[in-house]
């Protein structure tokens, strides 16, 4: 299950985490992660991601922390991840949901979350996150296109999986918005090439 900890008065980005246990059932990264990349319920002849995930997002990405080895796939990363998860981990990942602007391209849109995900989160932290682009329109609905990613909560590293990362706590939300909103200033000042 995942928790809103959204804080009243911020606006600019979703923010929710996700426990390992709630309410006496076993969540896990896997579903959460199988969940955001596909929104509408796949079927036999839905796309597929080069490692056979089926997906009926628009378009994902995987961001690994630096010096990460390539994954044989998402299933398996994931399903590492789940496995690695001690009997005393309060916490197995964030979801970070940014809005987009209606009218603007999705890829310009994505780019940008993509691109902030890297810097803020991989560079800056060390977290793997999976980005997930949604465009409800592609299924006739009016909900305003948007992306989640994804945020491992554990440091991911050459070495594997370690600590939790103190930037995913309940209190967070603000200074994710912050941050969000301050790189999409510096986006929009940027000068073209």
Not at 50 to 72: N, Q
Not at 88 to 112: C, I, W
Not at 144 to 161: E, K
Request: some cysteine; glycine content about 6%; overall charge neutral.
């Amino acid at each position: 299950m995942m928790f809103d900890v959204r804080q009243p008065g911020v606006t600019g980005l979703g923010y929710a985490l996700l426990r390992p246990r709630s309410k006496g059932k076993e969540r896990s990264l896997s579903r959460l992660a199988f969940a955001k990349m596909n929104p509408i319920e796949p079927g036999p002849t839905s796309p597929q991601t080069r490692c056979g995930m089926p997906t009926t997002a628009r378009d994902h990405r995987l961001l690994l922390a630096p010096g990460v080895a390539d994954p044989v796939s998402l299933e398996r990363l994931f399903a590492d991840y789940d496995e690695a998860v001690p009997e005393h981990q309060r916490l197995l990942a964030a979801v970070l949901t940014l809005p987009f602007v209606r009218g603007e391209p999705l890829h310009d849109q994505f780019d940008k979350v993509t691109t902030w995900a890297m810097l803020h989160l991989a560079r800056a932290r060390q977290l793997t996150s999976l980005a997930v682009l949604h465009a409800p329109g592609d299924q006739l609905a009016a909900e305003a296109p948007h992306a989640h990613i994804v945020v491992l909560s554990r440091i991911h590293n050459a070495c594997g999986w370690a600590q939790l990362h103190p930037d995913l706590a309940e209190s967070e939300h603000g200074a994710w918005a912050e941050r969000w909103l301050d790189f999409c200033e510096a986006w929009r000042r940027r000068p073209e090439a």
